[in-house]
Structure formats: C-alpha cells, structure tokens
C-alpha cells in the first residue's frame, strides 16, 4: 500500500488508522525527479537523490505521483500546503526544516 496516495484521496480517516500508518513508517521510495536550471555560463541538471530521506526524517515519497511530502503533515491531518496536497519537486521550504 502507498500510504500518501491512500492518505491523499481519503480525507476522513480515523485517528486508529493514522496511528497504524504512522507505524509502518514513511515511505521512501527511489523517484525520478529532475530539474534543469538556467545559469549565467551553463545550465545546471538536478536528479533527485534518495539520500534526502536520511537528512529530512519527516520527507515521505509518493512513487504513483513521483512528488515528496511531508510524512507528519500527512499523517497527523498537517495545513493546506504543497507539502500536503500538491507534492514537491524541487528545492523548497517547510517549517519542519527549520
């Protein structure tokens, strides 16, 4: 089971259930994402690396959309952020980060 995606078209799940997902720990699937960007001289290629799971204990992966999350958010009904609804792909901002 892909708990973000289960957790992401179910809204009205029980305080038990999120308990249990929360227990089979997050997600971290290896994802294909990249990014070119625009430099002065070059442009610049980004390839997700799945080491970023070991330095953000809270990111979760979603390999169906092939997006990150914030695992917490997800599980503990977190705002309405790209974090929780949309995903993120590139390098973006979370209060758990700082």
């Given at each position: 089971m892909?708990?973000?995606?289960?957790?992401?078209?179910n809204k009205d799940i029980?305080?038990?259930i999120r308990t249990e997902i929360k227990l089979l720990e997050r997600p971290i699937p290896d994802l294909i994402i990249s990014k070119t960007?625009?430099?002065k001289s070059r442009n610049y290629s980004r390839n997700f690396n799945s080491s970023v799971y070991d330095r953000f204990k809270w990111l979760c992966g979603c390999p169906k959309r092939n997006k990150l999350f914030c695992f917490i958010c997800l599980v503990m009904g977190g705002n309405q952020s790209a974090w929780t609804q949309e995903g993120c792909v590139g390098k973006g901002r979370h209060k758990a980060t700082a």
């Open positions: 892909n708990s973000v995606d289960f957790l992401l078209t029980t305080y038990e960007d625009v430099g």
